[in-house]
């Protein structure tokens, strides 16, 4: 795969605008951290499919701007491949990239992003 365009994730100009809908968790994930969290923290959808929890408009997880649980083993693959890969295929992410304003305001990024 060749180098990604970067984005100022870190700290996130647009107050992690890609957090304000929660994420999809693989059965793995949701179990790890339920046993570290809790389970309020994550919620199964009609569809069978976990997912974690939104407060005041972003994910639970997300304090002070930043993701409290990036560093960690069931940091969940969604979040870690977005906006580039897709978690499930590997192969590109499938889904609207423009949740990150970076995409609006850098339409170049929606062409140059693609992994090779
Ligand atoms: S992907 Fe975009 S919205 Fe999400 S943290 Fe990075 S710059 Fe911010």
Redesign the pocket.
């Known amino acids: 795969m060749r180098d990604l365009p970067s984005?100022?994730?870190?700290p996130?100009?647009?107050r992690?605008?890609?957090?304000a809908y929660g994420v999809t968790l693989s059965d793995e994930e949701a179990s790890a951290i339920t046993q570290v969290h809790g389970a309020a923290v994550v919620y199964r959808t009609r569809w069978g499919e976990w997912r974690t929890r939104v407060r005041g408009g972003r994910c639970v997880f997300l304090r002070d701007n930043v993701c409290s649980i990036h560093a960690e083993p069931y940091y969940p693959a969604v979040c870690r491949g977005?906006?580039w890969i897709d978690a499930e295929t590997g192969g590109p992410y499938q889904y609207d990239r423009t949740?990150?304003?970076?995409?609006i305001a850098r339409p170049e990024l929606i062409r140059l992003g693609l992994p090779a």
């Open positions: 984005l100022p994730c870190y996130c100009p647009h992690s605008a890609c957090c977005f906006p949740i990150c304003p970076e995409f």
